[in-house]
């Protein structure tokens, strides 16, 4: 599976914007994908994370609510809309899938996933 992740830039607190990850490879409608970010001097943390059906989602604490992960499994695509953004939320963000068809369980750590997109920069300012 091949990653490109897009739709970071800059925007005002309080704003919206939406990334979006394409993928590529026969087994992507099975895999388990996921949302991390990384800022500046920090660990690469979980933001969300999709089973392959849609049907089972998770998200860090600091996003829950605001926001929301989807996928388009025809489009071999996956969404990350972000709203209610705030300066916390600058980091690229890389999306990520996971080895192995139909598994049911949303992991919530890097380790948890074998391919990496490139990342796009989110940038939020005050």
């Known amino acids: 599976v091949q990653l490109q992740a897009s739709g970071g830039g800059l925007v005002q607190a309080g704003g919206s914007l939406r990334l979006s990850c394409a993928a590529s490879g026969r087994t992507f409608g099975s895999n388990v994908m996921g949302w991390f970010r990384q800022a500046p001097g920090k660990e690469r943390e979980f933001v969300t994370g999709?089973?392959?059906?849609?049907?089972?989602?998770s998200y860090a604490d600091s996003v829950k609510g605001r926001f929301t992960i989807s996928r388009d499994n025809a489009k071999n695509m996956v969404l990350l809309q972000m709203s209610s953004l705030k300066p916390e939320d600058t980091a690229i963000y890389y999306c990520?899938?996971?080895?192995?068809?139909?598994?049911?369980?949303?992991?919530?750590?890097?380790?948890?996933?074998?391919?990496w997109g490139q990342g796009t920069q989110v940038t939020v300012s005050s």
């Open positions: 990520a899938a996971r080895k192995g068809e139909r598994i049911t369980v949303v992991s919530r750590t890097p380790m948890g996933y074998d391919y």
């Open positions: 999709i089973n392959w059906s849609g049907g089972s989602t």
